[in-house]
């Protein structure tokens, strides 16, 4: 069963411009939602996250919008770079049941010069 | 750098064998998660140990294992390999279960023959 549903699975951006990748999740007990950049040979690297008590959270060109009610949280990458270029993953958790990361499917974003 | 260490980077096998797959968390780090990614499956949790104990277990094969030590470095045996084990293993720490923040290490390349 997937619990987080990520879209699109592929996005190409140019330099600049604005990345959007959206999120879906099922399970209303999720409490931690992160996002990870994960570059070709390389493991996943924590990029932002945020908890439910918050709509949005903002840290440099990254931006996490949360739509509790909807179920729904977004990543959103400003002034898009072509180092930007790399597979992005959403993932959820329950902090209080051990944290295991349930991962969206990915996207693949390329940025061009 | 996640401060994460894996061992080895690249392991090629015959079907039929096991290997074991080391890891290092972060210093500090009492937690350790283990995850296989795949093309078809995605990034999948296998399972937690905390402080040298079995905390959860994901899609975790009958034939995998996993233990952590008293120094808090954990190991991933596979045994009986299959060539659908060919994958990424990644293995990540954090502070304590309840966090979330979880930090990947580089990864291990397993590939049956």
């Known amino acids: 069963q997937q619990q987080v549903k990520q879209s699109p699975q592929s996005l190409i951006v140019q330099k600049g411009g604005i990345s959007i990748i959206n999120c879906a999740y099922e399970?209303?007990?999720?409490?931690?939602f992160p996002w990870y950049q994960q570059f070709p040979g390389k493991g996943p690297a924590l990029l932002i996250a945020?908890?439910?008590?918050?709509s949005e959270k903002k840290e440099g060109r990254f931006t996490i919008s949360f739509n509790k009610s909807a179920k729904q949280f977004s990543l959103h990458i400003m002034d898009s770079q072509p180092g930007d270029s790399a597979t992005y993953f959403c993932?959820?958790?329950?902090?209080?049941?051990?944290?295991?990361?349930?991962f969206g499917e990915g996207t693949q974003l390329t940025v061009n010069p | 750098d996640s401060g994460v260490t894996q061992t080895p980077k690249h392991l090629i096998t015959a079907t039929g064998q096991r290997v074991t797959l080391r890891c290092s968390p972060r210093s500090g780090d009492l937690s350790v998660y283990w995850y296989q990614q795949s093309l078809d499956q995605g990034l999948q949790f296998l399972i937690q140990y905390y402080n040298g104990e079995e905390r959860a277990k994901g899609n975790i094969l009958e034939r995998f294992s996993a233990q952590q030590f008293p120094d808090l470095h954990s190991e991933l045996n596979l045994s009986s390999l299959e060539l659908g084990d060919s994958a990424l293993y990644f293995c990540a720490s954090s502070v304590r279960p309840n966090r979330g923040e979880q930090y990947f290490g580089p990864g291990t390349r397993l590939t049956v023959t």
């Open positions: 993932a959820a958790s329950k902090e209080t049941s051990g944290s295991r990361l349930t």
């Open positions: 399970n209303t007990a999720f409490d931690y």
């Open positions: 945020i908890r439910p008590d918050v």
